[in-house]
């Protein structure tokens, strides 16, 4: 099987500015979580969507959201983009009941805010 | 709140000896615990993985240990070597949700 893959790898924006992310999960995963990764705060949870509905979502401002399509592939979006956004995002999908734990990443889209 | 504490932060052995990572997690009802490698530009890759129910797990040179008492796992690697080299995190999951909470990370260095 194919890996998740994520979409663009990077990116670089301007304060103010708007961005959406892309990820495609493991083909027969449905549910598809995301994570901000910085230096300074480790590995954060975003949210996580699973057939097009949030989850759970992490300790984030409204500016993230996400969503998620019928064909599992989820889109995350941060609006007003501020310097502390820039970030690698990584999103992991799972398969799905009580004996499917295992998250695998994508590679990540790096997000560069100036 | 849930929380991962992960010790040490830095770690730096010698090739072919062992290392080893602890984790300590705050949520009892946490149910899975998974370990995860990241190598430099690289994506977290899981490497090792343990469930509440379970004591321990081995995958050839690395092993994971849980003490659900005390609320907390390990993960082992023995015979280092130098591609061992990369940032390892432990992570802690409760439900069946896919929120998983990390640890900090440990940057483990294996000198030839």
């Known amino acids: 099987k194919a890996g998740v893959t994520q979409t663009p790898r990077y990116l670089i924006k301007t304060r103010g500015q708007q961005v959406t992310l892309s990820c495609s999960p493991i083909?027969?995963?449905?549910?598809v979580s995301w994570y901000q990764q910085t230096p300074g705060q480790g590995l954060q949870f975003l949210f996580e969507?699973?057939?097009?509905?949030?989850?759970n979502k992490g300790n984030f401002p409204g500016r993230f959201s996400g969503r998620q399509f019928s064909n599992s592939r989820s889109e995350m979006n941060v609006s007003t983009l501020e310097l502390g956004d820039s970030a690698l995002y990584l999103c992991?999908?799972?398969?799905?009941?009580?004996?499917?734990?295992?998250?695998?990443f994508g590679p990540g889209t790096r997000l560069t805010v100036t | 709140g849930e929380n991962v504490e992960q010790h040490p932060s830095t770690l730096s052995v010698q090739e072919g000896d062992s290392a080893v990572i602890k984790c300590t997690y705050s949520?009892?009802?946490?149910?899975?615990f998974p370990w995860y490698k990241q190598e430099l530009g690289k994506r977290p890759q899981l490497i090792i993985d343990?469930?509440?129910?379970?004591g321990e797990k081995k995958d050839q040179r690395i092993a994971v240990t849980l003490n659900k008492t005390a609320k907390h796992f390990s993960l082992h690697i023995t015979e280092t070597q130098p591609e061992d080299s990369a940032v390892y995190f432990c992570?802690?999951?409760?439900?069946?949700?896919?929120?998983?909470?990390f640890g900090q990370g440990t940057t483990l260095q294996v000198k030839p």
């Open positions: 992991a999908s799972r398969g799905t009941g009580t004996v499917n734990y295992e998250q695998y």
């Open positions: 083909s027969g995963h449905r549910s």
């Open positions: 969507y699973f057939s097009e509905t949030q989850r």
């Open positions: 949520d009892s009802a946490s149910n899975y």
């Open positions: 343990i469930r509440s129910n379970v």
């Open positions: 992570a802690a999951k409760t439900g069946n949700t896919g929120k998983l909470i």
